[in-house]
């Protein structure tokens, strides 16, 4: 703008344009990725493509172990067993968290929401208070000392919860139901006999001499309050074929003994009025009870 000695009605305004943006080409082409040979290529559909490709191999894998070895079934539901509580291995840090004083009790609210919120919040905040620059571990002490701890941590706190697990099973006696798969699972297998539990298409086994006077005998034990009248098993295994795994004499001990979760049953059988005899005149009956006679 230039002033002179004119009127304002006079006055020249002059407009001086400096440009130091450069002048654009017109719309630039991306190079073809195979200008990066090795580096980069189409996300569609040749990344991509890949990717199912290996995620079908995966998913073909899975269904065959699927299909070679079925899931095992537990034990029918027994809703008057007892049993010691135990989440999954990976919630084994979180239940034995939860034990502690200040985390469970009058203190339930501050251990579920107080504690836990700081640690998922200080993960969320983690991105915002940490913007150092630096990505090797050894550079950034403070998050990597947290990232130990944690880790720490959570191995200490699997470690006691599975360690005071097993002493309980040892103080009360009982087995769990995982390692009584397993050993009735290396039974039949030394037997030549499928390992799963599975159902399977295999014909039911026969109850031998049932008009024998020992079934009285069964039934006046209160035997068939855990392996049912028809002894195809309730609360407890079926008793259909039990001769094929046991002997008369192991059965009489485990009348008198227990065996695994099963308490003796011998003082219970002579307050129902039965005698010696009636007792091993039962187990010499149940000895009788295979698959193939």
Known sequence: MAHGHKSDDQEKIIFVGDSRVRKGAGFITPPDYTAYPGKSEAFIPNFLLKEWMVGVVVLVGILVLTISEPAPLGYPANPSASVIPMPDWYFLFLYQYLKYPYA?????????????GVAFGALLLAPFLDTGKERRFYRRPIASSLMVLSIISVFYLTNVAWTHYTHELEATGQKPEHIQREEEALEKHEQGLPTSNAPGQKEEVAIVEKDDPAMETFKKAGCVSCHAADMKGAAGPSLRGVGDKHSQEEILTIIKEGYNSMQPQYDNAIAQGLTDDDINHLAEWLAKQKAEQ
């Open 104 to 116: 469970s009790g009058d203190y339930v609210l501050l251990g579920v929401l107080g504690v836990s």
